[in-house]
């Protein structure tokens, strides 16, 4: 058995409470040795790391990791919220009872650290300092020294942070154990997998991955699933999967900030760390706050103020290119320390490649392995045309690296937001932008946001994979109290920032092109809608919201022709109609307040009314 004592005093780890549960589940894990880690450690860590070979070099100082084949997502079925109250049982949140959850995961966890070492990471999901730190603080135990590189990437870690903490009781306990991950039965009926968020004990019990989203306890249990719990709990703040980012005119000195959700896979990393088109000239400055999580409250100004809790970006690698993404790439660039998971290697020259990065793949296939450790040279026929990289390949690198991070995007007291986004992945209906005013019906088109059905989510043709406000994988409680906290706090805030809905993916029917060439291109519906809040436009009313007309939209330098864009401004009514449909069937399921059914009634009148004229 480790002293566990003399190890926390010798880290001068002195909270009594974080001594108490590290010495528990020391117990539990049965783990040999125990570290205390901090940010300093992080050069260390790597040279340990490289040494064991669970990590190898990446030119300029930076690192290639794999995650075992079967574990290289977030899985959603085999991760639940549990708490004490039957009432916070959600449609989507696979509640379960606290106690038996607790009780499956200890067992599970016994013994499961044995002959490793159990790092203690103490961390904190806020800027130092924010009026939202009592819910900011936690210590992940984990026993795989990867998580610890990415969590030192990912969040603010040290010990000072659970020290000096004003409630020394009042800290997320985040116990993480890989287990046997070839022995786990992942996916089929035997799944030994299980990733518990207790939120009513503020504990998150993680067992079997060490995938990134599985295994980063900060980031998606306790910045998402946990603070969502919190936030309603408290009554103070609301905690999405929301991009954050700032655009400043220069002309007028003017700064904006916006907030949005995007279901996974459906761009905020790229929107976040946009810039403003070439064509538009200097005058605007895109800012990068944060790209996956926003925590979201009224300040003391009655303004609603949000900051980013992360320190870092874990982005997806697909597709990332000096075109689509160019702040992502000179945010992995040598020197950055970027840490890649499950892209391309090649063990001679110590590059990294995945699908996108270049057209085509390199040329050379000598010392190139793919995502699943295998010689791209050695491929049989069949597998020629299988990617190198897997699709959910991550980059992992700090905020302090990203070119256009705002400089203010570590200040406590957040920015304020003026806009609120919803966007998803919608082939055909939705326009390229419309402003919503009414905050009922802003909430209510959060909560009926959706993704179509791919290939890998089955489902009906035209019917969405609703996933409100692209909270989906990260509810903590049921959908209609989340509605209504949601319109307690929006109501809070003296100056009402305007809602909208943008979707850059409309295709055309026949032959399938994207309607709007995306990417950079999207911060000219944004610039639409600032100017829309300041009453410089006033757009054309539809049935559901306002949207753009031709000459506001500005569109210098871009060659558009005429027919995509009449489809992207205007409604397909007929289509519209039949959405409204599903979209009942869908709230149905929650136990939502009055306003948002009235929001819904109104909307679909509208739309009647319109289709009739
Ligand atoms: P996130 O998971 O929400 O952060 O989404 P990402 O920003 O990582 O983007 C997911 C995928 O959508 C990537 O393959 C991107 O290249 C693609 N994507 C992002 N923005 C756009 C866009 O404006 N247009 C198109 N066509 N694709 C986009
Ligand atoms: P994503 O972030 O939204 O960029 O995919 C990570 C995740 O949600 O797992
Ligand atoms: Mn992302
Ligand atoms: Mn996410």
Do not use: C
């Given at each position: 058995m480790v002293d566990v004592d003399k190890v926390l005093d010798e880290a001068g780890l002195t909270n009594p409470h974080v001594r108490e549960y590290v010495s528990y589940w020391a117990g539990v894990t049965g783990a040999e040795r125990i570290e205390v880690v901090s940010a300093a450690d992080d050069e260390r860590l790597l040279q340990e790391s490289l040494e064991a070979g669970e990590l190898l070099p990446v030119t300029g100082g930076r690192y290639y990791s794999r995650s075992y084949s079967k574990d290289t997502a977030r899985s959603e079925e085999r991760t639940v919220v549990a708490t004490s109250n039957p009432e916070d049982k959600g449609v989507y949140n696979n509640w379960k009872p606290a106690d038996e959850t607790v009780k499956t995961l200890t067992e599970r966890m016994t013994g499961a650290s044995k002959g490793k070492t159990m790092y203690v990471i103490p961390y904190l999901m806020a800027p130092v300092g924010s009026p939202l730190e009592a819910y900011a603080a936690g210590v992940e135990l984990t026993d795989s020294r990867p998580v610890v590189q990415q969590m030192i990437r990912m969040a603010r870690v040290g010990i000072d942070y659970i020290n000096d903490l004003a409630d020394p009781s009042s800290f997320v306990r985040a116990v993480h154990v890989t287990g046997d991950l070839p022995n786990l039965g992942q996916g089929t009926d035997a799944d030994q997998r299980l990733f518990a968020t207790v939120a009513d004990r503020r504990t998150i019990l993680h067992y079997g991955s060490s995938y990134g989203g599985n295994a980063l306890l900060g980031k998606i249990a306790h910045g998402l699933r946990q603070a969502c719990y919190d936030g309603r709990a408290s009554g103070k703040f609301l905690a999405e999967q929301f991009l954050l980012l700032?655009?400043?005119?220069?002309?007028?000195?003017?700064?904006?900030?916006?907030?949005?959700?995007?279901?996974?896979?459906?761009?905020?990393?790229?929107?976040?760390?946009?810039?403003?088109?070439?064509?538009?000239?200097?005058?605007?400055?895109?800012?990068?706050y944060g790209d996956d999580i926003a925590w979201i409250w009224v300040g003391e100004d009655g303004k609603l103020r949000a900051f980013n809790p992360e320190n870092g970006v874990f982005g997806v690698a697909k597709d990332t290119n000096e075109k689509t993404n160019p702040g992502a790439i000179k945010a992995i660039l040598p020197g950055s320390g970027a840490i890649f998971t499950n892209v391309a290697y090649n063990e001679k020259t110590q590059e990294v490649w995945w699908e996108g990065l270049t057209k085509h793949h390199p040329d050379d296939l000598d010392g190139w392995i793919d995502w699943k450790g295998e010689r791209i040279a050695d491929r049989i026929d069949d597998e020629l045309g299988d990617p190198w990289a897997h699709p959910n390949s991550r980059f992992t690198t700090p905020i302090s690296q990203v070119p256009n991070a705002a400089p203010d995007f570590d200040d406590a007291a957040g920015v304020p937001i003026d806009a609120i986004i919803f966007g998803g992945r919608t082939r055909d209906r939705e326009p390229l932008i419309r402003a919503i005013t009414d905050v009922a019906e802003g909430v209510y088109d959060g909560l009926t946001l959706g993704a179509e059905a791919t290939a890998a989510a089955d489902g009906l043709e035209g019917v969405l994979r609703y996933d409100p406000m692209s909270m989906r994988p990260f509810l903590a409680y049921e959908e209609g109290d989340y509605?209504?906290?949601?319109?307690?706090?929006?109501?809070?805030?003296?100056?009402?920032?305007?809602?909208?809905?943008?979707n850059w993916f409309q295709r055309d029917a026949e032959d399938g092109h994207f309607l709007w060439p995306g990417y950079r291109e999207n911060v000219r519906a944004l610039l639409w809608l600032l100017q829309f809040?300041?009453?410089?436009?006033?757009?054309?009313?539809?049935?559901?919201?306002?949207?753009?007309?031709?000459?506001?939209?500005?569109?210098?330098?871009?060659?558009?022709?005429?027919?995509?864009?009449?489809?992207?401004?205007?409604?397909?009514?007929?289509?519209?109609?039949?959405e409204m449909g599903f979209r009942e069937q869908h709230l149905q399921q929650f136990k939502l307040p009055e306003e948002i059914w009235e929001a819904h009634k109104r909307v679909a009148a509208a739309i009647d009314e319109a289709a009739q004229a």
């Open positions: 700032g655009i400043k005119d220069k002309e007028t000195g003017e700064e904006f900030h916006v907030v949005g959700g995007f279901p996974s896979a459906s761009g905020k990393t790229n929107l976040s760390m946009t810039l403003s088109p070439d064509a538009l000239g200097e005058r605007y400055e895109v800012t990068f509605a209504r906290h949601w319109l307690k706090i929006i109501g809070e805030a003296t100056d009402k920032p305007v809602f909208a809905h943008v809040k300041k009453g410089e436009v006033k757009g054309q009313q539809s049935p559901v919201g306002i949207i753009p007309t031709e000459d506001e939209l500005d569109l210098r330098g871009l060659d558009l022709p005429q027919r995509d864009l009449d489809r992207i401004l205007n409604l397909d009514l007929k289509r519209w109609k039949q």
